[in-house]
């Protein structure tokens, strides 16, 4: 049987970088539209818990095995000046190198919380649809025995 708040706090901690984002009222484990964020509040990123599904149930004394997902939220302004991907695109590199395997072939596993932890899927963004506004939205699988 799973745990599920120590994993969800793990991630958190691990995508949140406090050099990047500007501060705890925008950065946070509730969501906020992207239009409720003050451009002087971004960037900012917000974690929402997704599905989650059992893979393989419990066999033979075996835990259930549960897939974990979420949604990684960045929030950035251009100030109408710069393009959006000058100052996404750095962001989306810093949430991805936490979150990819080392060289050694060992996922991420959040302090051993979960067999791994990755994005998974296909990154969203508004590319500049939005006006100076830019988002994306940052898909993460989880493994958890």
Not at 43 to 57: D, H, V
């Amino acid at each position: 049987m799973i745990t599920r708040e120590p994993i969800w706090a793990a991630l958190f901690e691990l995508i949140w970088d406090d050099a990047t984002f500007r501060n705890d009222k925008a950065t946070a484990r509730i969501l906020k539209h992207w239009s409720d964020v003050p451009p002087e509040e971004r960037p900012s990123l917000f974690l929402a818990q997704g599905k989650e599904a059992p893979l393989a149930w419990a066999a033979n004394g075996l835990p259930t095995r549960w897939q974990l997902e979420g949604l990684i939220y960045v929030y950035v302004t251009t100030d109408g000046v710069r393009s959006p991907g000058e100052i996404l695109n750095p962001i989306k590199d810093t949430i991805e190198r936490k979150l990819v395997q080392s060289p050694a072939g060992t996922p991420q596993r959040l302090g051993g919380l979960v067999q791994w932890a990755r994005i998974e899927g296909t990154i969203e963004t508004s590319e500049g649809t939005l006006g100076p506004d830019e988002v994306a939205i940052i898909p993460v699988r989880m493994l958890a025995v």
